[in-house]
Every structure is written in structure tokens, then in C-alpha cells.
């Protein structure tokens, strides 16, 4: 007998869920009549998917197009009263599907905060058939079935912790056999808001009268007296008493104020509370602007009235945030809402504190190292409008937004805004642009060292282009000096491998004036590689095609492909010599260098060894802010966009492994790097210096590096990039085959570069090894497809890829291989 719900079909309306599962499109499911009226896109709802397997889904579009090709289920219940995804927000989501390739759950995992995406958490209730039964347990079940009897009900996470993974299953199947459970299959939301505690003061006690009366009944004891003074004194300061601040300030026990509660004197009750509390002062701050900056700002406002993009190029130092902060505040005067992006979840820790002095409660930070709880209280805030304006990395796009009026991409040229793993691999900068676009907002994209792409549009006149050619009050830029590492000679009879003589002189010097040295090396650990002298082996990642990095700090080899650790090795296993020694030098080494060299001075590292924790990199730049470093070494993490007020000199110990990397971007990155982390010094008084070291100080980037010349550098560069077909004059799509059989990488990379290889208007290149071609044992093969700059032909070959990559992958013996496609690669 057909269903009811099976027999209203033929008037229903349908819903595409999007579920965060990687399916290739959102699937469609009956509205029953009853909760027609109620749903809206963008709310979460409960289906069923196989096996009545429960999953939150968000509804993304409502229409009345019966599928043919299968039987629809029906929504189960509605989660939301009101959307939690706005229709701005679900057509963002399709575009960041659509371009890049990536399927809906994919986009959706990565917009939504985990505790938004619910549960299915499967739960026993103690219900037994039989209640006269007296039921006799095994050994391993009868704490479980204790635990039931008296608390009613256990999830199945519960019962795992009592009897342990190894018993779970039998000890299951005895209840289940005995009737004593019901096996309940519910969604469960993650999120719980976060409580405290608060005292109040009963009723009776509100009036003066009434708190004298207290004060008279309370003279005979003395430590309640003291608690009631300190509630009274509290109270007068604060609207809400907290039990924690009560404690704190009386010097009383939880008890001593259960004792006042249960006389009737105190209310103890459980309240939301903000997990989000930012203690620094809010000062209505105005703006004054340098006449450079003026002028900056003015031609800023001309060019966003003509275009929706503007790039802003100022030279480091020159004050682009201050005129960020001045476009910030108009928006806000227009009831609109702002995002401010960086690059690095780093650079939000020292500039959340500025841009709170002028925008204090109004200011929302978001990114990665928030908990889960945190990253949906600040969804709300942006939701309910509450939060004006967001400073984050790319996560940040993904918010709520309700009426956005202002994007800013600071440092818009860093790679980090490029996400690598997992899908969606999108670009922030470009996604900005087009998420502008949908709420009629603009872009202003910021950087003293443009890439090329924006550069080249800025150029064409598809961007507005202000230039801001000088530092924050006329400070001159640094001076930059290169030394020929050839000189390390002179010292390597005294230990000294890394510095130079005139290196160690100006490090010197600038120790003994009372500044601070920043020193920069694009590699961590303390040797990237080690080597047998007598026959050339290399200790070699036993699941990676890598060498091992000696890392001092754990006494290891270190793996940073797949994080395998490994003994260090004294003899060499192909010759048995023991003459291994350790070749390149990463910070670690560095460090131990600085020191042994300057005993004296205060060191610390800046490099994802040290920067893991969630308060380490903001105590790192408090520190060098309060001047209680005096060396800082690191990797490009330093390179960022950081203000040290007290950073007279900057040493680059290598520009040669910059220059040597085998990617057309390897100049462009280079130049970047090297003029970003040269913009450190000197920014406050111009007595800045930059000291490069290198063995090929003829390399063309050099030059530029040392006249800071942006412009002979693109005129360069750009030539290139047109003669050999890279962006901006091509579009590239890198498609990467991963199997643990080689053989069946190459063959699935071989059969998709002859699906698309004849298809109009690209080159199809490879497929030829990755890089590094063996990670975590998986063998790596790479396609390369270049792609004229027309959408309808980018569409063609994405259709392409995309369909023969369900063909490859549907086949069988091929459910591991794995087929990754990345459009605009960085």
C-alpha cells in the first residue's frame, strides 16, 4: 500500500538539499504539505540518505520539478525557524562550486562551522520489555546495563567509554537480544551555547531597607557579611555579578555562597554568556591623513566611483591601513557591513588591537584558531549585524553578511590566499571580487609588491590604480646592500657558517644602538638535509620521495610532507662510513648560530614549529613589540605585513634558494618576498638597512629588490609571461592523479590528458611526476592544461575533466585512486 506521502506526490513542491558529503550535485527531496509554509532556502532540515541514515542538509533552492530518475524521500523535520545561510551567501556557494570545480558538500564543509553542521548521534534508552525480569549479564556488558538502568539513557560514544572499542559489538548485541533497549537515531546539534554563573539578590533584599535588615542579620557571621559587602560593591560596578568574580573578589568558596542561596539572600542562576570578549579600549579615534596619503585617498574615492576594483600599491611603511580604516568607517556610516582580509591568521593578532580603538564592539575577528563554538557565535553576530566589521583570513568570506558594502585584501599578492587542501581550492582575492559583485559592494585590493594578475588589470583598466610611493611621513625606504656570501670563508675556521663578517657587524652594531634585527630564511628545522661525503647518500622519507630534515629541538629526522620522525643516522647504510655531515641550514640553525655569536642578546624563532599553539603567535609579537626580543629569526611568516617600530635591519642569509625554484612564478615570488621582508626595517625613523646574502648577486630580481623598483620589475616580467603563455595571458588548470600503485596513477593521468587533449583553444602538458612525487606512499602524477582567457572554453574543458573524471573513478578497482582538479593554480 503506497504511503500517504508517496500519494500527494503528484502536487508537491520539491527541495535540493546540499549535504556535506562529496556528491556531485545537491539532492532533491519532497516537502510534505505540513511544513510547506514554514520552509525557506538557506535552513537546515533532516534526511535520510541509504540506509535511513540521518544528515543535516541546507536547502538550496525550492521549485516544483519532480526528479524522473528516482524515487524523491521526504524531509524529515525542519532544524531552523529562521535561515541560517542568506540567498546572497547560497549564490556565492554555487559560483565557488561552479569555477572551481567542487561539489556542493564539498563548499558547503568548508563555508559552514562545524557545530552548524549537526550530528546523527545514535543513543539507547533503557526500555526493557519485560519488568519483572531479573536479567543475568555477562561480565563485560553488566556495567554497561548498570549504567542504562540508572541513567536512562547512554549514546554509543558513552558505551564505548565503559566497555571499551573491543567489547562494543557484543555487548550491543546482548541488549538488543535481551529487549532491554530502544535504539533511538536522532540529530543532535554540537553547538551549546557557553554558561556562567549569576548572583543576584532575592527580592526581598532589592530595597535599602531591605539590605540593611540583611547587613543587621548577618553581623554574627562574619565571612557571609563579607561576601554580601563584596556582592554590594560589585553590583554597584557591574550590571550582572558573576559567581567567578564573587569569588574572586570576597576570597569565599562555592559553598559559603550556596549557603547564602539556600537561606534565601542569593539567586544562583545559569546564563548565556559570550565566548568572544576582547579587553582592549575602544577610542573614538579620529584620522589624519600625510599629504601623500591624502592625495592617495582622493584618487582612491575618483577611481571607486568609476570601478568596482581598486588596486592600491603603496611602498611598506607608506600607511595603506590608515586610508583602509578611513573606507571602513564610510561604510559603516552607510548601515553596510565591511570585511578586511588578510593573508595570515598572524597578522589579525597585531592589527585587531589597532583597528579596535576605532571601531571597538562593532569589530569581529574570524578565523581557523577560534573553537568551534566560538567560530558560530561570531556567524550570529555577523548574521544579526552585530558585528560591522570582520578582519580575517579567506574563512572570513564565508559569513553572513547582510549588506556588505566593502572588501579589502590587504597584501593581495600572498599566496596563502590561495586554499590548497581540501576543495573547494579557491582563491580568496578573486572570490572577494565576485562576492563584492553580488551584494553591489566594492574591492580594494592593497600591497606594496602587486602580482602580476592584478597588476596587469590594474594596467589594462579593468582596475582603478592609486599609487602611494612614499613611507608614513616621509621616511625614507631602507638601504639595501648585498654581500657575496663568499666571504663566509673568512669565519668557517672559527664555527661560523651563516653570517657573514659584514652581517655580524651590522648585527652588531644594531644591538649596541638598541634596535632590534629581524633575520630571514625561507626554511625550518635546523639542516633541510643531511649527507654521507664518502658515497652521497641522502636519508630519504620512507614514505615520501623526500630527504629528512634534522630538526635539533627533538634531537630527529623530520618528514614535512607526511610528519614522519626518524633517529639520526651516525653510519651511512650504503657505505657504512660515518661521515655524515648536515648540508643547508635551516632557523633552527640559524638561532643556535645567533647565539653562540651574541650570547647576550634575546632570541626567538618565528616558523611553524613554534607559532602551533593558539596564543603563541600573539605573545611572539607582543613580545617583539615591548622590545623583549632583540633577534627575531624566521621563515616568510615574518615577511607579512608586520610593524616593528624598533627593526633597524633586516638580513635575507640566502637569496639564492629563493631564485633557484623550478616555477615561473620563482621571480615574481622571489621580488615579493625579498622586498617585503626589506620593508621591515627602518619604518619609523628611515635608518633602516637591508643586508642580502647570496652567491649570484647578477641576478636581475636582485637589482630590482635593491631600488625597490616594482615597475622595471612587471615591464620584465610580464614580457615573459606573454611570450610563454602564463597569466595573465592564459588561464592553467593542474589536474594531480594520487594512487598508491604507481602504475595506476600514470594510466588514469595518461587516459584524462587523451580525453581533452583535442579540445579547442588549450595545451595539454604531461603527464609528467610531481615535484616531490611519492607523498604519504601515494605516487603523484600531474596534468597541466593551459586555457585560453574565454569562459566558454574554460567551461568546456572543466566539463570535460570533471566528466572523465567520473569515468576513471566509477570504474572498478579504482574507488582509491584519487583525482584532484585545481583551477587557477598558485
Given at each position: 500500500?503506497?504511503?500517504?506521502?508517496?500519494?500527494?506526490?503528484?502536487?508537491?513542491?520539491?527541495?535540493?538539499?546540499?549535504?556535506?558529503?562529496?556528491?556531485?550535485?545537491?539532492?532533491?527531496?519532497?516537502?510534505?504539505?505540513?511544513?510547506?509554509?514554514?520552509?525557506?532556502e538557506?535552513?537546515?532540515?533532516?534526511v535520510?540518505?541509504?540506509?535511513?541514515k540521518?544528515?543535516?542538509?541546507?536547502?538550496?533552492?525550492?521549485?516544483?520539478?519532480?526528479?524522473?530518475?528516482?524515487?524523491?524521500?521526504?524531509?524529515?523535520?525542519?532544524?531552523?525557524?529562521?535561515?541560517?545561510?542568506?540567498?546572497?551567501?547560497?549564490s556565492?556557494?554555487?559560483?565557488?562550486?561552479?569555477?572551481?570545480?567542487?561539489?556542493?558538500g564539498?563548499?558547503?564543509?568548508?563555508?559552514?562551522?562545524?557545530?552548524?553542521?549537526?550530528?546523527?548521534?545514535?543513543?539507547?534508552?533503557?526500555?526493557?520489555?519485560?519488568?519483572?525480569?531479573?536479567?543475568?549479564?555477562?561480565?563485560?556488558?553488566?556495567?554497561?546495563a548498570?549504567?542504562?538502568?540508572?541513567?536512562?539513557?547512554?549514546?554509543i560514544?558513552?558505551?564505548?567509554?565503559?566497555?571499551?572499542?573491543?567489547h562494543?559489538?557484543?555487548?550491543?548485541n546482548?541488549?538488543?537480544?535481551?529487549?532491554?533497549?530502544?535504539?533511538?537515531?536522532?540529530?543532535?546539534?554540537?553547538?551549546?551555547?557557553?554558561?556562567?554563573?549569576?548572583?543576584?539578590?532575592?527580592?526581598?533584599y532589592?530595597s535599602?531597607?531591605?539590605?540593611?535588615?540583611?547587613?543587621?542579620?548577618?553581623?554574627?557571621?562574619?565571612?557571609q557579611l563579607?561576601?554580601?559587602?563584596?556582592?554590594?560593591?560589585?553590583?554597584?560596578?557591574?550590571?550582572?555579578?558573576?559567581?567567578?568574580?564573587?569569588l574572586?573578589?570576597?576570597?569565599?568558596?562555592?559553598?559559603q555562597?550556596?549557603?547564602?542561596?539556600?537561606?534565601?539572600?542569593?539567586?544562583?542562576?545559569?546564563?548565556?554568556?559570550?565566548?568572544?570578549?576582547?579587553?582592549?579600549?575602544?577610542?573614538?579615534?579620529?584620522?589624519?591623513?600625510?599629504?601623500?596619503?591624502?592625495?592617495?585617498?582622493?584618487?582612491?574615492?575618483?577611481?571607486?566611483?568609476?570601478?568596482?576594483?581598486?588596486?592600491?600599491?603603496?611602498?611598506?611603511?607608506?600607511?595603506?591601513?590608515?586610508?583602509?580604516?578611513?573606507?571602513?568607517?564610510e561604510?559603516?556610516a552607510e548601515?553596510?557591513?565591511?570585511?578586511?582580509?588578510?593573508?595570515?591568521?598572524?597578522?589579525?593578532?597585531?592589527?585587531?588591537?589597532?583597528?579596535?580603538a576605532?571601531?571597538?564592539?562593532?569589530?569581529g575577528?574570524?578565523?581557523?584558531?577560534?573553537?568551534n563554538?566560538?567560530?558560530?557565535e561570531?556567524w550570529?553576530?555577523?548574521?544579526?549585524?552585530?558585528?560591522?566589521?570582520?578582519?580575517?583570513?579567506?574563512?572570513?568570506?564565508?559569513?553572513?553578511?547582510q549588506?556588505?558594502?566593502?572588501?579589502?585584501?590587504?597584501?593581495?599578492?600572498?599566496?596563502?590566499?590561495?586554499?590548497?587542501?581540501?576543495?573547494?581550492?579557491?582563491?580568496?582575492?578573486d572570490?572577494?571580487?565576485?562576492?563584492?559583485?553580488?551584494?553591489?559592494?566594492?574591492?580594494?585590493?592593497?600591497?606594496?609588491?602587486?602580482?602580476?594578475?592584478?597588476?596587469?588589470?590594474?594596467?589594462?583598466?579593468?582596475?582603478?590604480?592609486?599609487?602611494?610611493?612614499?613611507?608614513?611621513?616621509?621616511v625614507?625606504?631602507?638601504?639595501?646592500?648585498?654581500i657575496?656570501?663568499?666571504?663566509?670563508?673568512?669565519?668557517?675556521?672559527?664555527?661560523?657558517?651563516l653570517?657573514?663578517?659584514?652581517?655580524?657587524?651590522?648585527?652588531?652594531?644594531?644591538?649596541?644602538?638598541?634596535?632590534?634585527?629581524?633575520?630571514?630564511?625561507?626554511?625550518?628545522?635546523?639542516?633541510?638535509?643531511?649527507?654521507c661525503?664518502?658515497?652521497g647518500?641522502?636519508?630519504?622519507?620512507?614514505?615520501?620521495a623526500?630527504?629528512?630534515?634534522?630538526?635539533?629541538?627533538?634531537?630527529?629526522?623530520?618528514?614535512?610532507?607526511?610528519?614522519?620522525?626518524?633517529?639520526?643516522?651516525?653510519?651511512?647504510?650504503?657505505?657504512?662510513?660515518?661521515?655524515?655531515?648536515?648540508?643547508?641550514?635551516?632557523?633552527?640553525?640559524i638561532?643556535?648560530?645567533?647565539?653562540?655569536?651574541?650570547?647576550?642578546?634575546?632570541?626567538?624563532?618565528?616558523?611553524?614549529?613554534?607559532m602551533?599553539?593558539?596564543?603563541?603567535?600573539?605573545?611572539?609579537?607582543?613580545?617583539?613589540?615591548k622590545?623583549?626580543?632583540?633577534?627575531?629569526?624566521?621563515?616568510?611568516?615574518?615577511?607579512?605585513?608586520?610593524d616593528?617600530?624598533?627593526?633597524?635591519?633586516?638580513?635575507?642569509?640566502?637569496?639564492?634558494?629563493?631564485?633557484?625554484?623550478?616555477?615561473?612564478?620563482?621571480?615574481?615570488?622571489?621580488?615579493q618576498?625579498?622586498?617585503?621582508?626589506?620593508?621591515?626595517?627602518?619604518?619609523?625613523?628611515?635608518?633602516?638597512?637591508?643586508?642580502?646574502q647570496?652567491?649570484?648577486?647578477t641576478?636581475?630580481?636582485?637589482?630590482?629588490v635593491?631600488?625597490?623598483?616594482?615597475?622595471?620589475?612587471?615591464?620584465?616580467?610580464?614580457?615573459y609571461?606573454?611570450?610563454?603563455?602564463?597569466?595573465?595571458?592564459?588561464?592553467?588548470?593542474?589536474?594531480?592523479?594520487?594512487?598508491?600503485?604507481?602504475?595506476?596513477?600514470?594510466?588514469?593521468?595518461?587516459?584524462?590528458?587523451?580525453?581533452?587533449?583535442?579540445?579547442?583553444?588549450?595545451s595539454?602538458?604531461?603527464?609528467?611526476?610531481?615535484?616531490?612525487?611519492?607523498?604519504?606512499?601515494?605516487?603523484?602524477?600531474?596534468?597541466?592544461?593551459?586555457?585560453?582567457?574565454?569562459?566558454?572554453?574554460?567551461?568546456?574543458?572543466?566539463?570535460?575533466?570533471?566528466?572523465?573524471k567520473?569515468?576513471?573513478?566509477?570504474?572498478?578497482?579504482?574507488?582509491?585512486?584519487?583525482?584532484i582538479?585545481?583551477?587557477?593554480?598558485?
Amino acid at each position: 500500500m503506497p504511503s500517504l506521502f508517496a500519494s500527494q506526490q503528484g502536487n508537491m513542491r520539491f527541495a535540493d538539499i546540499i549535504l556535506p558529503l562529496n556528491l556531485p550535485q545537491a539532492l532533491t527531496y519532497g516537502i510534505p504539505h505540513e511544513i510547506q509554509p514554514l520552509l525557506q532556502e538557506g535552513m537546515r532540515v533532516e534526511v535520510s540518505l541509504g540506509r535511513n541514515k540521518l544528515y543535516s542538509g541546507i536547502v538550496g533552492r525550492l521549485h516544483n520539478d519532480k526528479p524522473e530518475a528516482y524515487e524523491v524521500k521526504p524531509i524529515k523535520s525542519i532544524i531552523d525557524e529562521q535561515p541560517i545561510v542568506n540567498k546572497t551567501q547560497l549564490s556565492f556557494w554555487q559560483w565557488i562550486g561552479n569555477y572551481y570545480a567542487a561539489a556542493p558538500g564539498e563548499v558547503m564543509q568548508s563555508a559552514l562551522p562545524s557545530h552548524l553542521k549537526l550530528i546523527g548521534e545514535t543513543t539507547l534508552k533503557w526500555a526493557p520489555v519485560h519488568d519483572d525480569v531479573v536479567y543475568e549479564w555477562s561480565n563485560e556488558t553488566y556495567p554497561a546495563a548498570e549504567a542504562l538502568e540508572m541513567r536512562k539513557e547512554l549514546t554509543i560514544s558513552d558505551l564505548r567509554g565503559i566497555v571499551g572499542g573491543r567489547h562494543l559489538s557484543s555487548v550491543l548485541n546482548e541488549l538488543i537480544e535481551k529487549e532491554v533497549v530502544q535504539i533511538i537515531d536522532e540529530l543532535e546539534p554540537a553547538y551549546k551555547p557557553k554558561t556562567e554563573r549569576v548572583i543576584t539578590l532575592s527580592r526581598i533584599y532589592d530595597s535599602e531597607e531591605g539590605l540593611h535588615k540583611l547587613f543587621d542579620e548577618l553581623q554574627r557571621a562574619p565571612r557571609q557579611l563579607d561576601v554580601l559587602m563584596a556582592y554590594t560593591e560589585l553590583s554597584r560596578k557591574n550590571k550582572v555579578v558573576r559567581q567567578y568574580d564573587l569569588l574572586e573578589r570576597s576570597g569565599a568558596t562555592a559553598a559559603q555562597i550556596k549557603t547564602l542561596a539556600d537561606k534565601g539572600i542569593f539567586r544562583i542562576e545559569e546564563r548565556d554568556t559570550d565566548r568572544l570578549q576582547y579587553n582592549g579600549e575602544s577610542v573614538n579615534k579620529g584620522i589624519e591623513f600625510t599629504p601623500a596619503q591624502q592625495l592617495a585617498y582622493e584618487e582612491l574615492n575618483t577611481g571607486l566611483n568609476e570601478k568596482n576594483v581598486a588596486l592600491l600599491q603603496g611602498v611598506t611603511g607608506s600607511g595603506k591601513t590608515l586610508i583602509y580604516i578611513h573606507k571602513i568607517k564610510e561604510c559603516i556610516a552607510e548601515g553596510k557591513q565591511a570585511v578586511f582580509l588578510l593573508p595570515e591568521i598572524g597578522l589579525t593578532t597585531q592589527l585587531v588591537s589597532r583597528l579596535y580603538a576605532y571601531f571597538g564592539e562593532e569589530l569581529g575577528v574570524y578565523h581557523s584558531r577560534f573553537s568551534n563554538n566560538e567560530r558560530v557565535e561570531i556567524w550570529e553576530k555577523v548574521r544579526t549585524g552585530k558585528y560591522k566589521v570582520v578582519i580575517g583570513p579567506r574563512s572570513a568570506l564565508w559569513l553572513p553578511y547582510q549588506q556588505l558594502g566593502l572588501i579589502i585584501a590587504d597584501e593581495e599578492h600572498d599566496g596563502s590566499y590561495k586554499q590548497k587542501d581540501p576543495a573547494p581550492r579557491f582563491h580568496a582575492r578573486d572570490a572577494a571580487i565576485y562576492l563584492a559583485s553580488l551584494h553591489k559592494a566594492k574591492t580594494i585590493l592593497g600591497s606594496a609588491t602587486p602580482s602580476i594578475e592584478s597588476l596587469y588589470n590594474a594596467r589594462q583598466g579593468k582596475y582603478a590604480y592609486i599609487q602611494l610611493k612614499e613611507r608614513y611621513m616621509g621616511v625614507k625606504m631602507p638601504a639595501i646592500e648585498m654581500i657575496n656570501a663568499a666571504t663566509l670563508e673568512q669565519f668557517r675556521q672559527q664555527g661560523i657558517k651563516l653570517i657573514t663578517p659584514d652581517l655580524y657587524k651590522a648585527i652588531s652594531d644594531t644591538l649596541d644602538k638598541g634596535k632590534q634585527v629581524i633575520l630571514f630564511q625561507n626554511r625550518r628545522g635546523y639542516a633541510p638535509f643531511q649527507l654521507c661525503t664518502m658515497c652521497g647518500w641522502v636519508p630519504q622519507c620512507k614514505n615520501c620521495a623526500v630527504s629528512l630534515t634534522y630538526h635539533k629541538s627533538t634531537d630527529k629526522l623530520h618528514c614535512h610532507y607526511c610528519g614522519q620522525r626518524s633517529a639520526i643516522i651516525h653510519t651511512c647504510p650504503s657505505c657504512g662510513s660515518n661521515r655524515i655531515q648536515s648540508k643547508s641550514f635551516g632557523t633552527e640553525k640559524i638561532e643556535e648560530e645567533i647565539q653562540t655569536l651574541f650570547p647576550k642578546a634575546r632570541t626567538a624563532r618565528m616558523d611553524i614549529d613554534t607559532m602551533r599553539g593558539k596564543q603563541n603567535m600573539s605573545q611572539l609579537l607582543d613580545d617583539v613589540e615591548k622590545h623583549k626580543i632583540d633577534i627575531l629569526i624566521g621563515t616568510q611568516m615574518v615577511v607579512k605585513g608586520l610593524d616593528f617600530a624598533g627593526v633597524s635591519l633586516v638580513g635575507i642569509l640566502s637569496s639564492d634558494s629563493l631564485l633557484s625554484y623550478p616555477d615561473f612564478r620563482v621571480n615574481e615570488r622571489a621580488f615579493q618576498l625579498m622586498e617585503q621582508v626589506s620593508g621591515r626595517a627602518g619604518r619609523t625613523d628611515g635608518a633602516g638597512k637591508v643586508i642580502i646574502q647570496g652567491h649570484n648577486l647578477t641576478h636581475p630580481v636582485l637589482q630590482w629588490v635593491k631600488e625597490h623598483d616594482v615597475d622595471a620589475f612587471y615591464e620584465q616580467e610580464i614580457k615573459y609571461r606573454e611570450y610563454f603563455a602564463y597569466p595573465p595571458f592564459a588561464r592553467l588548470i593542474k589536474i594531480t592523479f594520487k594512487h598508491k600503485d604507481e602504475p595506476k596513477a600514470i594510466e588514469a593521468a595518461i587516459r584524462m590528458a587523451q580525453a581533452i587533449s583535442s579540445s579547442h583553444g588549450i595545451s595539454v602538458q604531461g603527464p609528467v611526476p610531481a615535484l616531490v612525487p611519492r607523498i604519504r606512499n601515494q605516487y603523484i602524477q600531474e596534468v597541466w592544461i593551459k586555457c585560453q582567457r574565454d569562459n566558454k572554453i574554460l567551461d568546456t574543458i572543466k566539463h570535460l575533466i570533471i566528466t572523465e573524471k567520473r569515468n576513471i573513478t566509477g570504474e572498478r578497482g579504482n574507488s582509491s585512486l584519487q583525482i584532484i582538479i585545481d583551477i587557477d593554480p598558485q
